[in-house]
């Protein structure tokens, strides 16, 4: 098929899709057409049918995802019941939440043609493509470079690059977001901008949305596979704090948003950890942090913030004891505590927390390593009743959406009754109800004694969330803000809000 200009780039008419395995529908009677060079937002709370949409789109439905269609679903003019994924490949770029995942080759300058190779593109288009692609983005700097290597930002740009140089119209991002920094952020912006200049259409889902309002010219709005609302970028930002919060989204105006300490009372140190000039070197030879010192004790909600790559999750498995410092001695409740100790003392939540589900159902997940009793079951139970995901007791935690992985992963965090609970990047992929339920939840296991280390870059999560802060600097440097010295207000000049948006 031609590239024909005329296509919408979807139109769906009275569509249903159902999950194979599933039995309520994901999208359920959704009638929507979106025109060519349309820039759109697909917002609302996790599960909501915003991940289907996209999949619609790049042909993983019904081509990947098996399931029950009804009504009418074209892509490009191709009805999807009767053309699969590579139909759609020379129209449609996907950039998935982890762009890891979509990645085949070691080298940037390798990864960005792969995808116009795959599609048989003449040689010296692929050249031209290539370069075209280099230049409008900004990443010459970048083709030295191994995938390994590169921050989220810079991956994120890679796999645009892909999509770009194969020509394709349409990008579709899911979550592209959820797992950058301040600058990462800054930096997709900057390529979404470009993208809309040119004309492209760009489709993205997303929680995170404030960094979006100048560009989008449409929003939909989709709670329980319907779409509650379709309405322009204008009349989006024109909503009321409440409307979001009422929604269940994330603000679209962060220096609305005044930051608070999370409780007042102030926990009388039980436990103890403390930190004395601990440093970490890669290769024995670069330092990625010098001579480190601070200490927190029972009920501290340490803030964790820095770039990426500063090497905040690195400190968090020398103070758990999975990795060696380089110099420097770690101590808990005064005495001097080796590796063993404080594994025991710890829990993990990763940021990516697929390495850390290992069970065949989701209850089972909650019991492992427990003694299976009926009250730590009644305990499991209750907590995911808490967290919205007692309708998955039974289900295989891969078959969670990234949201409910997260809030499972905080759930565990609750079973584990460990002294200090480290979480990176626990609210990556929620919705602004969901953060708030996982902030609740923190604060919760913080008043009954719990120390726990929070790496985020999450300004609207942090605001309501820290009651100290531990700030990784340029040149090694990492600053720590005690209790009795922290002023929450202090976030607007740390994730540069501007408080007069």
Known sequence: MEKNMEYPVLKMEHFCFTYAGSESPSLSDVTLTIKQGEFVLLTGKSGCGKTTFTRCLNGLIPDFFEGNLYGNCCVWGMDIKNHEAGDYSQFIGSVFQDPRSQFFTLHVKTEIPFTSENLGVPREQIQKGCQEAVNVLEIKHLLSKSIFHLSSGEKQKVAVASAYAAGVHVF??????????????????????KLKEQGHTIIISEHKIHYLKELVDRIILVQDGKIKEDMTGKEFSLK???WFFENGLRQIDLSAIMPTLPYKDCFQNAIQIRAEDISFYYDKKISLWKNVSFE????DIVGVIG????????LFRVLMGLEKSKSGKIYINQKYAAKGRRK??????????????????????????TSKTEEEKKKALHLLEYFGLNPYVSTHPSELSGGQKQRLSIALAYMSNAD???LDEPTSGLDGQNMLLVRDAICDLAKKGCCIFVITHDYEFAAQTFRSLLIFKQREQVVRVPPEQYDPKSLYQIFQINKGE
């Open 240 to 242: 009321p704090s409440q």
């Open 172 to 193: 579709v991002l899911d979550e592209p977001s959820a797992n950058l920094d301040e600058e990462g952020t800054k930096q997709l912006f900057e390529v979404l901008k």
């Open 307 to 314: 770039k990426n790559g500063a090497g905040k999750s690195t």
């Open 296 to 299: 927190a004790g029972s009920g």
């Open 420 to 422: 200090f609970l480290y």
């Open 344 to 369: 025991k003392h710890s829990f993990y939540v990763m940021q990516d927390v697929d390495y850390q589900l290992f069970a065949p159902s989701v209850l089972e997940e909650m019991l492992l390593g």
